[in-house]
């Protein structure tokens, strides 16, 4: 039988349009929260989003826009959402980028768009939503991390820095609403096939002359001990764990989610 255990509770959920984000507003909505969507995207995929995302029973998603490179829109965001569906209880920042480059040649351009995209915008939605949280003594807030969150990956530079200042982010904002019903944690998963990785993969395949599937097999063999993909799904499933009671005292972790990745 489905818990709607979530019933009352309001998510955003940003980078909700595609992957991960997609898969824990679809989880959310489930579990009973009124889910809002946000992200980048055509009307297709928005509409494809939403569609998706409707639990069937519970409220229609809404869609908010916004480019998080910018850090007015991450402000702007958590304002929209508030004034036209109410205040933020689950707050899950999963917006993110990649940029795969040598250090050497790594644009400074490039740099600041992905810690913008990655970092700074978690900073910026966390600091606008939680105040209300905290009015209410409730309050959930679950950062999109990585294990490159713990690990430095060759040629992702800015990428590994916006992990690790995320989980710093994390553990700051949880030691400093411990006393409270807020909570604060990062997910860190492992490779998910998802847009993000995919671009990786092709890249992959075609600097190695083989099929996308051979593409795929080897990158998750060479650094994952499952040599599996981690599922969106199961990264959305761990989010609805933090979400929950259970959770109420799990506070300021990194959580793998990997295949044994960072257990070697
Ligand atoms: P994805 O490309 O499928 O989705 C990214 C989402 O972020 C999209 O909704 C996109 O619209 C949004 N987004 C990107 N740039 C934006 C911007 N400037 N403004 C607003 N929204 C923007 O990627 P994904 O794999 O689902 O990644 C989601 C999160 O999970 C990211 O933070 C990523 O770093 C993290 N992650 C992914 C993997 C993986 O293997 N896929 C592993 C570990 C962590």
Redesign the pocket.
Known sequence: MIQRSLEGRTALV????????LAIAQRLARDGATVCL????DAAQIKAAISAASSGSGPQPGHFG????DPGAAQSLIDEVARTVGSIDILVN?????HVCPVTEFSLERWNAVLA??VTAAFLTIQRALPAMLERNWGRIIN?????GYVGVPHKAA?AVS?HGLLGLTKVVSSETARTGVTCNAVC????L????ERQIEARAARDGVSFATAATELVSASVPSGQFVK?EQVAGLVSFLCSPDADEVRGVGWNIDGGRLAR
């Open positions: 940003t980078g909700s349009t595609s992957g991960i984000g946000h992200g980048l995207g916004g480019d998080l490179a999963s917006a993110g980028i990649q995209v990655n999109i991390a990585s294990v490159s990428y992990k998963p492992a490779w998910v998802t847009p993000l990785v969106p």
